[in-house]
């Protein structure tokens, strides 16, 4: 299902009640205000692509999207939070909100994501709570963490991510603990 050419177009509460079972939803070339409530019952998505959502808060239920794999909010920078219970969409591997500096603290449930490969937090310049749960995320192959100010102390943890292929800490306020990340040179 992809929205094209819509930046005019406001999506309704009910905008995805017609759709059976798509397992793709492209909403890049629309202006959204909101995500609409409706998106909770697209059980059978796996793509959603929604980045510059102009709405403060991600629909709470977008945590029953059981089989999403993809999650792509860049640039939505009035995000000020995600769901509590984001945790519960344990098939996650790809997350993107480069661009939300909205977003203040990552939810406790955030660490249930153990299946993320990729996590894209460049420019989140508000978020904390994210050296909290980066130990628990061991499938990790992509982060990056650049122009995040107030994520924390660099976790050991970091150093059992065995699977990272890329890490970006550039400007970030990990780089203020240079002492601290000596174990940096243990990621293979």
Do not use: W
């Not at 059976?20 to 609409?36: A, F, G, M, T, W």
């Amino acid at each position: 299902l992809c929205f094209l050419d819509c930046c005019r177009t406001e999506l309704s509460g009910a905008a995805f009640v017609p759709a059976r079972s798509p397992q793709v939803l492209e909403l890049s070339e629309c202006s959204i205000q909101k995500l609409p409530d409706s998106i909770g019952q697209l059980k059978q998505l796996r793509y959603l692509n929604a980045p510059e959502i102009k709405d403060h808060m991600v629909p709470k239920c977008i945590t029953k999207l059981s089989n999403l794999m993809y999650l792509n909010f860049h640039g939505s920078s009035t995000l000020l939070a995600l769901p509590a219970s984001i945790g519960q969409m344990e098939g996650l591997i790809y997350l993107d909100l480069s661009g939300c500096s909205g977003i203040k603290k990552l939810p406790e449930s955030f660490g249930n994501l153990k299946n993320l490969e990729h996590v894209d937090f460049t420019s989140c310049y508000n978020v904390t709570g994210v050296s909290q749960c980066l130990g628990k995320l061991t499938k990790l192959q992509y982060l990056n963490l650049s122009y995040c100010k107030n994520i924390g102390d660099l976790p050991i943890a970091l150093g059992s991510l065995t699977e990272l292929q890329y890490l970006n800490l550039s400007y970030s306020s990990y780089l203020n603990l240079l002492a601290e990340a000596e174990f940096l040179g243990s990621l293979t």
